[in-house]
């Protein structure tokens, strides 16, 4: 399976910025999924990341607050902008497996707002 | 995507065999079941899947009665490095890949 990096693993970060999460993947792949979830939380998806088009966002999430980029099959970044506290999660990255249903994820970017 | 429902946690001592069920009662006839594991600071972690019947690899076994409206996870002799959030998922192949719907999952303790 595809091995995922993810940067920074954490960042602890002022209300109002914004921060940006890299995904680097190991093999190239059509799409890359961006999950959040919140403390203690299950994992809600944000958006999927195709290469040469726009990310398609779920409910709920738009673009203004979550830009995503996919310049190429290997890489993706989502950023975070104008943070509030509300903003504290794991973001996880992920792309698809060998199989239905099946996604290999990265180790997460833990994000802590103040 | 058909929902699922399991317990909110489970207790299990090093060495038993702990068996975790989650519900499906709206599970498609193209829907597969598939579990995750996910541990602390971590992302969750691919374990099994399967249609129906019994499946069975190197971690676990996932065993789906003939109605498919539940499936149960099984982990034996589980050690203190399962602890873990096992996630029950349900969901037909390829046509809604990432778009799943993970729920709370069940958070296992496995005490020495």
């Known amino acids: 399976s595809a091995v995922i990096s993810q940067k920074p693993s954490r960042d602890i970060c002022q209300r109002g910025t914004s921060l940006t999460i890299q995904c680097q993947v190991d093999?190239?792949?059509?799409?890359m999924f961006w999950y959040r979830q919140q403390p203690g939380q299950s994992l809600t998806l944000i958006a999927t990341?195709?290469?040469?088009?726009?990310?398609?966002?779920e409910s709920g999430f738009v673009i203004d607050k979550f830009p995503i980029s996919r310049p190429n099959l290997t890489f993706s970044t989502l950023t975070v902008s104008n943070m509030s506290p509300e903003d504290s999660s794991i973001y996880l990255c992920?792309?698809?497996?060998?199989?239905?249903?099946?996604?290999?994820f990265g180790a997460g970017s833990r994000l802590t707002v103040l | 995507l058909a929902k699922t429902t399991q317990p909110i946690s489970m207790d299990s001592y090093e060495g038993q065999e702990v068996n975790i069920t989650c519900s499906h009662n709206?599970?498609?006839?193209?829907?597969?079941i598939t579990w995750y594991q996910q541990f602390p600071s971590q992302g969750p972690r691919f374990i099994i899947q399967?249609?129906?019947t019994k499946v069975t690899n190197e971690v676990a076994s996932l065993f789906i009665p003939a109605d498919r409206k539940s499936s149960t996870l099984s982990l034996p002799r589980v050690s203190l490095s399962d602890t873990a959030v096992y996630y029950c998922?349900?969901?037909?192949?390829?046509?809604?890949?990432?778009?799943?719907?993970f729920g709370r999952g069940t958070q296992l303790t496995v005490w020495p």
């Open positions: 399967g249609y129906k």
């Open positions: 709206n599970i498609a006839t193209n829907d597969y």
């Open positions: 093999s190239q792949v059509t799409m």
């Open positions: 990341a195709n290469q040469g088009s726009e990310a398609t966002y």
């Open positions: 998922l349900v969901g037909d192949r390829g046509s809604t890949l990432g778009r799943l719907y």
């Open positions: 992920s792309v698809g497996g060998s199989g239905a249903n099946v996604l290999t």
